[in-house]
T-cell receptor, first 114, second 111 residues
Framework: DTEVTQTPKHLVMGMTNKKSLKCEQH?????MYWYKQKAKKPPELMFV???????INESVPSRFSPECPNSSLLNLHLHALQPEDSALYLC?????????????FGEGSWLTVV | QKEVEQNSGPLSVPEGAIASLNCTYS??????FFWYRQYSGKSPELIMS????GDKEDGRFTAQLNKASQYVSLLIRDSQPSDSATYLC???????????FGTGTRLKVLA
C-alpha cells in the first residue's frame, strides 16, 4: 500500500473551473513535492515544500497554487487552466528537501482540461 | 551534455534473460542514485537506491554504481513479462540537492 495518497485519481475540468488536488503522506517526511508528468516524459518538478514552507517554485504559472496546511498534507489549487495542462500530477515526499534519501510518489491524479 | 542520460529504448529482451539498463550523469559530486519503475498509466515506484560504488542486490534486481565513470546501471535477472515498464534513473546533484531524472528506458520482455 502506498503511503502517499492522492485524490482524486481522475479529474476533468473546464477552463473556467476551480478545483483542487489533494495529497497526504503517512511517512513522517518533512518535504513534499508536486510534479507534473506528460506522456513519455520524466516527472517535471513544480513545487517543493520543506517543513511546511514553500522552498522551490520552478517558475510555475500562477494558475497553479500550492498549499501545505501541515507537514502531512499538500494541496494544489487549479484555476483557469489550459488544455495543455492536462497531465499526470504526482505528489511525492521525502525525509527532507536536502536529504540524500529518495522521494516516494503517490499514485497520481490524472487531470484533463477541456 | 544532459544531466542524467538514459537510452530511451525500447530495450527488448526474451523472457528469462538478463536486462541491462544504463544511466550516466554529469555531476561528479553526486552521492545518491535511484531506479524507479513506471508501468504505463501508473506513477513511478522506487525499486533500488544505491549510494556506494559497487553492486547492490535486491531479489532479481542488481544496481551497479561506478562514480569514477559516472554511471549507474540496473540489471534485472530472469526477466519476466511483468517487468515490461519504463525504468527511470534519478540522481541527487551535489550542492543543489536537485533530484534529476533521466528520460527513462522502456523495457519490453518478450514471452
Amino acid at each position: 500500500d502506498t503511503e502517499v495518497t492522492q485524490t482524486p485519481k481522475h479529474l476533468v475540468m473546464g477552463m473556467t473551473n476551480k478545483k483542487s488536488l489533494k495529497c497526504e503522506q503517512h511517512m513522517g517526511h518533512r518535504a513534499m513535492y508536486w510534479y507534473k508528468q506528460k506522456a513519455k516524459k520524466p516527472p517535471e518538478l513544480m513545487f517543493v515544500y520543506s517543513y511546511e514552507k514553500l522552498s522551490i517554485n520552478e517558475s510555475v504559472p500562477s494558475r497553479f497554487s500550492p498549499e501545505c496546511p501541515n507537514s502531512s498534507l499538500l494541496n494544489l489549487h487549479l484555476h483557469a487552466l489550459q488544455p495543455e495542462d492536462s497531465a499526470l500530477y504526482l505528489c511525492a515526499s521525502s525525509q527532507g528537501a536536502q536529504s540524500l534519501r529518495p522521494i516516494y510518489f503517490g499514485e497520481g491524479s490524472w487531470l484533463t482540461v477541456v | 551534455q544532459k544531466e542524467v542520460e538514459q537510452n530511451s529504448g525500447p530495450l527488448s529482451v526474451p523472457e528469462g534473460a538478463i536486462a541491462s539498463l544504463n544511466c550516466t550523469y554529469s555531476d561528479r559530486g553526486s552521492q545518491s542514485f535511484f531506479w524507479y519503475r513506471q508501468y504505463s498509466g501508473k506513477s513511478p515506484e522506487l525499486i533500488m537506491s544505491i549510494y556506494s560504488n559497487g553492486d547492490k542486490e535486491d531479489g532479481r534486481f542488481t544496481a551497479q554504481l561506478n562514480k569514477a565513470s559516472q554511471y549507474v546501471s540496473l540489471l534485472i535477472r530472469d526477466s519476466q513479462p511483468s517487468d515490461s515498464a519504463t525504468y527511470l534513473c534519478a540522481v541527487i546533484f551535489s550542492g543543489t540537492y536537485k533530484y534529476i531524472f533521466g528520460t527513462g528506458t522502456r523495457l519490453k520482455v518478450l514471452a
